[in-house]
């Protein structure tokens, strides 16, 4: 029996995270992937713990559900890193540890003595990631990010919303997110580095570029035909004139469905199969080419031909009976689901992926998103273990008993507020 | 050349249409030799896809296929060849990782699930992403990401209160997911380096995908509470949103969440007084609650000016605020050229074309982007004769045979 890699595909490493609501995710994968990760806080708690919604509308340091989120899996202490003994502390846990995780301005860090020449001097070893809005330098380095700001300059917004209206943003925040998630890449392929070679390195990373790669091929289209992709409210323009619907709604809600030809041809033919089968003349639509039209090459003509014998389709349905129908059928439709479809989602449920995580301090357990991702044999790889830490809940743990703080030493920092 | 931290590193890339490719794309950069299986009676879609050089379609035109793929090689094999097995058996020695997103029991249907692979290769990492994940009732349905991105609820949160959901623009889905698989594979490969045991790694695009909106989930599970559409607006900020200006098409986002943000916003605004001055927007509470009218008032300022200008002048106030890129802008955007975001490969069918690097720099061991996507075959004698080393006799017995198509 080989040892279970759920403890084992980052346990060895040991990853300090000094980030705020702008770096979280960056931790929490590699936390996921098996690392120890540490949370260092300012005293008071990091200002993440600010970002709601929040447990009962409640908005204290130990009830940001976004907290709860990205930092699972962490265990947190607290550092006052303007002050020099806070700055000490830091670097004894640099010393020996493998990531070192932040997000603060470009620039801060090293203000108060702590960039990455000054940290790589005590461990060469030491993988440095920074996570910011636009990287590390460069013109707009110092520019003010907020959510929105970051996916308008990323590019993202232009093409979502209606033709009609101002660019939208999803209504939740992910500039960032994106920017995370790829530090925890970046971290990986500079690990890999070092694990050959015992070199450590500084990781700088543009939130602003991690949005600008989720456009598809839409700079593609520019560079290539010279055509700007325009946002097309239920439609997606695909190429030049050419745009294809993608949300429809049904007798209770909205499905989407995003005709295409090419490889998918299959789904839909499936899809005018049933509409013939609910008795729809799809003479015409069968007759089209599909297989020979890849994506961006349905025309407005064929398109138009379609969309309204589909759209009476899909109206005459629920949301339920289309999911179903669509599975049986292998039809790549899917509905636009909410929190509670997903909570109840069969597929779901049946990965167990939601997790019930006990918050003893409230009294209560409550159901987590799960490991994002699995072993193939079924087996959790990142299970959830560990709950947000409450503000400096593993001091004594990790200042006392790893540090070896005397409990003196520990009230005397508390004192003086350094943690 | 320059050390890049996966030299030496061997990926055998069975990875098609946007998610894979995306992911392989980043382990290329930084130095792995990635060799894509494809296949040429049954082309991948992205090669059939716009847009196209001079509008001319072709399987070797496509500029989205090119984008995904550069510093990969390409091999051709007909999977479905009883041949084709033992081929790719011998491949997965060669091999460090084995990428796939094939619909769960693909593989294995070629005999070339994990097991058959990890015996011939124990310390190989397989990574096999799909939309919903192994196992379970739906793992079989078909799918890719401009829908996904509804099922995860991103869609259902994307759009106006008074109207109808919109999709996040594009795969949506498939630009989230590659950046956990990295972090995934890279963890797995350092694990099979240090105990020399392999593992299968299984992705649900959708079960990770979720992580972009674990904060909204939570609040159904701890709350019962299910967020809808704001539009731009934001429950913390006003004026938040975006606003029209001189031009067609012309917008500007501003978020106002600190009150020094919206007295930064007055100064450049309006810095002789005037309507914004009034009491009813003097805290958050009161721009909340007088929303409507503060955006109007915001929008007919800003329609009068250029989106540039009024963007660094709020943010020479400390007030953030970004132009709309639109996709040409974002090859002007002086903060991307500084960067270097766009690189230009030469390819031989389409010429020069612009694909985007990653979003990091590594200081110590940088990745590069040296080769356009391969035509389609192009690596199948170099790969197969020079670098797994197969005989002229073995090499031409499978070409006749059919298997190299």
Known sequence: MSENPATTLLSPYRVLDLTDE??????????????????????????????????????SPAKSLYWWAYSANKRGITLNLEHSDGRALLERLVSSADFLVESYDPGYLESIGLGYSHLSAINPRLVMVSITAFGQDGPYAGYRAADITGMALGGFM?????????PLRPSFPHFYLH?????????????THRALTGEGQHVDVSCQQAVARTLAHAPQIWDIEGAILQRMGVYRQTSGDNRVRINWPCADGYVNYML?????????????????????????????????????????????????????????????????GSVERRILLFPVATPSDLRQHPQLEARGYFASMEHPELGTAVDYPGAFIKSGDGAALAELRQRPPLVGEHNVEILGGELGLSSTELDSLRRTGVI | MATKPLDGVNV??????????????????????????????????????????????????????????????????????????????????WANIVTENFTPGTMEGWGLGFEELSAVNPALVMFSASMMGRGGPLERQPGFGPVLSSLVGLTNVTGWPDRTPVNPYGAYTDFIVPKFAVAAILAALDRSRRTGEGIHLDLSQLETSLHFVAPLLLDYTANGREQGRL?????????????????EDRWLAIACSADAHWRGLLRVAEPDGGP????????????????????????????????????????????????????????????LRHRGHFQWLEHPEIGPYATDRSEFELSLTPGSLDTPAPLLGQHTEHFLRDIIGLSDDEYRSLEGDGVLE
């Open chain 2, 231 to 247: 539009g731009n607006r934001d429950p913390g900020g006003a004026p938040h949103g975006v606003y029209p200006c001189a031009g």
């Open chain 1, 260 to 324: 295409q030809g090419g490889g998918v041809a299959p789904s839909t033919r499936n899809l005018f199969q049933w509409m013939e089968e609910d008795g729809f003349d799809v003479t015409e639509l069968q007759a089209f080419e599909w297989e020979t039209m890849g994506y961006g090459r349905i025309t407005p003509e064929v398109m138009d031909t379609v969309v309204g014998p589909m759209a009476d389709f899909f109206l005459r349905h629920t949301r339920e009976e289309l999911t179903r």
């Open chain 2, 12 to 93: 055998l890339d069975f990875c098609w249409v946007a998610v894979g490719p995306m992911t392989t794309k980043y382990l290329g950069e930084y130095g792995a030799t990635v060799v894509r299986v494809e296949s040429a009676k049954r082309p991948g879609t992205l090669r059939s896809a716009a847009p196209f050089r001079d509008g001319i379609a072709g399987i070797n035109r496509s500029g989205y296929f090119a984008s995904y793929n550069a510093n990969k090689m390409g091999i051709t094999v007909d999977m479905r060849h009883p041949r084709a097995r033992d081929l790719m058996l011998r491949l997965a020695e």
């Open chain 1, 22 to 59: 702008r770096g979280l995710l960056c931790g929490k994968i590699l936390g996921d992937l098996g690392a120890d990760v540490v949370q260092v806080e300012p005293p008071g708690g990091s200002s993440a713990r600010q970002v709601g919604p929040f447990y009962g509308d409640d908005p």
């Open chain 1, 179 to 191: 920017g995370s998630a790829a530090g925890a890449a970046a971290a990986m392929l500079a690990h």
């Open chain 1, 158 to 166: 232009h093409l979502t919303g209606d033709p009609d209206r101002a």
């Open chain 2, 276 to 335: 914004l001055h009034s009491d009813a927007f003097a805290t958050l509470l009161g721009r909340k609650a007088n929303e409507d009218e503060l955006d109007r008032l915001v929008a007919q300022w800003t329609a009068e000016h250029d989106r540039h200008h009024l963007m660094h002048s709020l943010q020479e106030a400390d007030v953030p605020a970004g132009v709309i890129n639109d996709p040409r802008d974002l090859f002007d955007d002086p903060q």
